[in-house]
Structures are given as C-alpha cells and as structure tokens.
C-alpha cells in the first residue's frame, strides 16, 4: 500500500513538473485566463516566443537539424520570426493581448505587426490608443502607424488622437500628431503641435518631432522656420533630423546638404552613419556633397562605408568608386553587414558584375538571410546567366 501511494505520489509530482517546465504551462494557463489562441497557442505562450526569439537573434547560435529548424519556426522559438508575427488577421486577437504584456519589446513587436496586417486588424484600434497614450517611445510609434495603416475605420480614434495632442507627456503628444496626420492627413493641428515641441529643451523630442514633420512632407510648409533653426541646434541628431525635414518640406536642396556634409565629420561613427544615410535618400539633389560622401568611402567605420558607398551610387552612378567598398564589406564578421553590402551590389545590377565571384561565395553564407540576398543579387547582377 505504501509504495503504492509512493508511486502516485511521485507520478503526480511528475505530472506537475511536465506542466511546469514545458509548453504546457502555458496551454493551462491560457485556458484558465480565457486567452486568445493562435498555431494551437496562448496568447502568454506568444509573449514567450517574442522573447525568445529576441534573445536568439542577439547571440550567435548555430541553428538546429533541419527538421528540427522547422518544427521550432512553426511554434516560435527558433530564429525566425515567430508565426505570430508575420502571421493574418487570424493573429489580431493575440496580438491585441499582447499589447498588454509586460514586456516592452514584445508591445513593440505587437504593434508594429498590427500595422503591417493594415485594415484588417481595426479590432485593435483602442488597444492601440492605449499603447499611444503609454511610456514606451518605441511602441507609441509603431501604434500611431498601425492606426494610420488601418485606414479609414481608424477615424473613430480621431477625437481621442485630437485629446492627446494636449497630453502631459510630450512623446504621446509627437505620437498622436503622428496619428493624426496619417489618419486624416489633415497636416494644420499635427504640425502646430510639433512645431510646439521643436521649442523645448528636450533634444530627443526635437528630432522625433523633426522625423513626424520630414513625413508630412509639403503639407508642414508653415513649420519651415521652426526647422531651419533645428539645422543650428548643439544636437548633431537635431541637425540631421532637422536637415532630412527641411529638404522633404520646402524641397530645397541646399541648406540640408551643408548641415549633412558638416555632419560626415563628426566624431561619433552613428551621426557620421545616419548623414551618409540621409544623403542617399536625397539622390542627385545631394550633388554638391558628392566630394564629403567620397571622403566617408574610407571611414574607420563599416556602416559609414556602406551607407556612404550607397549614397554615392544615388547621387551620381558609378561603379568605379562604389564597387571596391562592397567587395570589402561582403567580407565583414558582421552578417548584418554582409546583407546590406550584396543588397546594394544587387541594385547596382550589371554594373556590379566584375564582383559576382564574391556575390556567388555568399551563397554559401551561415546566414540564411545572406544567402537569400546574394541569390537575389545575382539574377539582377549576371542576367545572362542560367535560372
């Protein structure tokens, strides 16, 4: 009788540790809460994915058998994007409780998928508004798109939008003009409001401000003024914000590329990096920062190299500059690198062909991702060559 009771004992310890320690838990815990389901799982088990596959993409691990590989994309923990994430509207009920979840990346990543599912995910709309009116910058934004990318049935939340233009918060007030204008693309109270935060001390304000205006484009032509004096501010990241803003509101080459030409010298790689980035968005107005662009192609740092060799190439095509750079990139430890170099590569097309040896090697990458650009480069690079 005592070793049976014994034997009961532990199997249901047992039974309790399985639950505890494996995906179970979280089917337990998912009916017992009412959560949503998608792939046959909780909305708690998701927010568990989201993290894992965070942590994974952030070190180095060699990746699984095939199968296996497989297997853990489907239920989410593997390298790839979880399903939940680039999933139908099938995801949206998850997705609104994860909204909710404790952890800020995982708001993040849940709302900014909700604005790629675009109309069909108008059941979000105030989980969104509650994310908009929230502390986390990066989660108000991708809310304030969502809503825009949602269309037309987001215009219930204009008067909420209109409210929160007046919050305490300035970053709910940068976020809601955002939502505002893409929602109605009524520019006058998204602009009044920015111009407003333009005014205040805070220099990450004033370049997410900048960012909101550079997206309204033309129609925030009475926020010139107030722009043109960011091109000054002490901030190098006001300076670039501010010149990427007034080029796309007054059209105007010439002042933001002197700002962005300044900027190339600047002794942090990143704003050296994000002006080089700037000009290549400008294409051939940027001309007369042809000779700084040039002078980055041989920067200390790889990032400043490879935005500089693609602003290069959009201002004045040519591959006798351009091409020896990305040949030296697609060399780089980091794969993240490597993409970039053989994407450009890849727009440069034939142009590119005397480095397809070094594009083919990339067929061979650790990186999947890598592979798939270098695939893709090529078809653009050798077009001659057999499908």
């Not at 959560?35 to 088990?45: A, E, R, T």
């Not at 109309?119 to 709309?125: C, L, S, T, V």
């Not at 304000?205 to 909101?212: G, T």
């Not at 704003?271 to 290549?280: E, G, H, Q």
Request: proline share 5%; aromatic share 6%; net charge positive.
């Amino acid at each position: 009788m005592n070793r049976r009771r014994l034997f009961l004992s532990i199997s249901v310890v047992a039974v309790f540790a399985g639950i505890a320690f494996s995906p179970l838990r979280f089917l337990v815990l998912g009916v017992f809460e009412r959560q949503h389901f998608y792939h046959g799982m909780p909305s708690s088990y998701w927010s568990f994915a989201i993290q894992e596959w965070i942590r994974n993409i952030t070190k180095e691990r060699s990746r699984p058998p095939a199968g296996l590989d497989g297997a853990m994309d489907y239920f989410g923990v593997g390298r790839d994007i979880p399903p939940v994430l680039r999933g139908d509207t099938s995801a949206v009920p998850v997705l609104c409780d994860l909204l909710e979840d404790r952890d800020e990346m995982v708001r993040w990543h849940a709302a900014a998928e909700l604005g790629r599912i675009g109309p069909g995910a108008k059941d979000a709309i105030p989980g969104l508004l509650n994310v908009l009116a929230g502390k986390d910058q990066y989660s108000r934004q991708c809310a304030a798109i969502a809503l825009g990318r949602i269309g037309e049935d987001a215009k219930v939340a204009v008067p909420t939008l209109r409210n929160l233009l007046n919050h305490g918060e300035v970053g709910v007030r940068i976020e809601a003009a955002r939502a505002l204008w893409l929602t109605t693309h009524d520019a006058e109270a998204a602009v009044r409001v920015l111009v407003q935060v333009l005014g205040l001390p805070h220099g990450e304000r004033r370049w997410e401000a900048l960012a909101v205006l550079a997206a309204i484009g033309p129609q925030a032509e009475s926020a010139i003024p107030a722009i043109t004096r960011m091109t000054k501010d002490e901030l190098v990241m006001v300076r670039i914000y501010a010149a990427d803003a007034l080029w796309k509101v007054s059209q105007r080459a010439d002042a933001a590329v002197a700002v962005l030409s300044e900027a190339l010298t600047d002794e942090s790689d990143s704003m050296r990096s994000d002006a080089a980035r700037t000009l290549s968005r400008m294409g051939g107005a940027a001309k007369r920062a042809l000779p700084a662009v040039k002078k980055a192609l041989r920067d200390k740092s790889e990032w400043v190299r490879l935005n500089a060799a693609e602003a290069v190439w959009k201002i004045e095509p040519g591959a006798d500059e351009v091409l020896p750079v990305l040949r030296e990139l697609v060399k780089s430890k980091a794969s993240s690198r490597r993409e970039r170099a053989v994407k450009l590569m890849g727009q440069m097309g034939e142009a590119a062909k005397p480095a397809v040896s070094e594009v083919a090697n990339l067929l061979g990458d650790p990186e999947p991702s890598v592979r798939t650009a270098a695939a893709q480069a090529l078809k653009k690079i050798d077009t001659e060559a057999p499908k």
